[in-house]
């Protein structure tokens, strides 16, 4: 997954926007917004935190400065534990020309040392959007890992993996109560023959985060629906 790649396939599907999160990084962000503003589309930057339940949460932030401040939380929550790139593989930085411009030292895919909650907060204390990521799944969910959303944690939305029959998951009984909330569904790709392979359709009147925000809260007349 390079930062090209993302981009110009993107504009090949004919997508208005789409959202960068790597797993507890922000690094790649960097490189990936000039391509996308030459070419003209839009991209929402922030990272997937994997809390200390082991939840996989989307964080998305406004700007460059409030990722910096995102990436500093990371780092500084992120345990110190070095990446086995035999085990785990390369966790790399690339320029458009597909160049290696750093390599992160710690294993990305651990949990941080903070739980949801305050992952939440942090990422609300700087005006972002935050929802637990893959809801659906067996494992690294909010509802694997807790059993349940926690009704007083503040989301934006839940979100679908990519294969997920999310209709009839909301109709079993236990999942009743995720009624209340919007929903989407994202490709979550890891590999280029899974990116931009489902999409979602936003009502808003432009591709900025304050519509992005509306859109997924249902707020002013705008909102997402999963096609």
């Given at each position: 997954?390079?930062?090209?790649?993302?981009?110009?396939?993107?504009?090949?599907?004919?997508?208005?926007?789409?959202?960068?999160?790597?797993?507890?990084?922000?690094?790649?962000?960097?490189?990936?917004?000039?391509?996308?503003?030459?070419?003209?589309?839009?991209?929402?930057?922030?990272?997937?935190?994997?809390?200390?339940?082991?939840v996989h949460c989307v964080a998305l932030v406004e700007d460059e400065e409030?990722?910096?401040?995102?990436?500093?939380?990371?780092?500084?929550?992120?345990?110190?534990?070095?990446?086995?790139?035999?085990?785990?593989?390369?966790?790399?930085?690339?320029?458009?020309?597909?160049?290696?411009?750093?390599?992160?030292?710690?294993?990305?895919?651990?949990?941080?040392?903070?739980?949801?909650?305050?992952?939440?907060?942090?990422?609300?204390?700087?005006?972002?959007?935050?929802?637990?990521?893959h809801v659906d799944r067996t494992g690294y969910s909010v509802i694997s890992q807790l059993g349940f959303i926690p009704p007083d944690?503040?989301?934006?939305?839940?979100?679908?993996?990519?294969?997920?029959?999310?209709?009839?998951?909301?109709?079993?009984?236990?999942?009743?109560?995720?009624?209340?909330?919007?929903?989407?569904?994202?490709?979550?790709?890891?590999?280029?023959?899974?990116?931009?392979?489902?999409?979602?359709?936003?009502?808003?009147?432009?591709?900025?985060?304050?519509?992005?925000?509306?859109?997924?809260?249902?707020?002013?007349?705008?909102?997402?629906?999963?096609?």
């Amino acid at each position: 997954m390079t930062p090209a790649f993302m981009v110009l396939k993107a504009v090949a599907e004919h997508f208005d926007f789409f959202a960068v999160t790597d797993h507890n990084t922000t690094l790649q962000c960097e490189q990936i917004l000039p391509i996308a503003r030459r070419e003209g589309i839009k991209v929402f930057c922030g990272a997937e935190l994997n809390t200390s339940e082991e939840v996989h949460c989307v964080a998305l932030v406004e700007d460059e400065e409030r990722l910096a401040e995102l990436q500093k939380f990371l780092d500084g929550h992120l345990p110190h534990i070095e990446n086995d790139v035999d085990k785990f593989g390369y966790q790399l930085v690339v320029n458009e020309a597909e160049e290696i411009l750093y390599q992160a030292p710690y294993l990305l895919i651990n949990a941080l040392d903070v739980g949801i909650d305050e992952c939440e907060k942090f990422v609300h204390s700087l005006g972002g959007i935050f929802y637990p990521a893959h809801v659906d799944r067996t494992g690294y969910s909010v509802i694997s890992q807790l059993g349940f959303i926690p009704p007083d944690l503040s989301i934006e939305c839940i979100e679908f993996s990519k294969n997920c029959k999310w209709q009839a998951f909301l109709e079993r009984p236990e999942n009743a109560y995720l009624k209340r909330y919007n929903c989407i569904r994202s490709s979550d790709a890891h590999y280029p023959e899974d990116f931009a392979t489902v999409s979602c359709r936003f009502t808003m009147e432009e591709p900025t985060f304050a519509e992005l925000k509306m859109a997924l809260r249902g707020e002013n007349g705008r909102k997402v629906e999963i096609v």
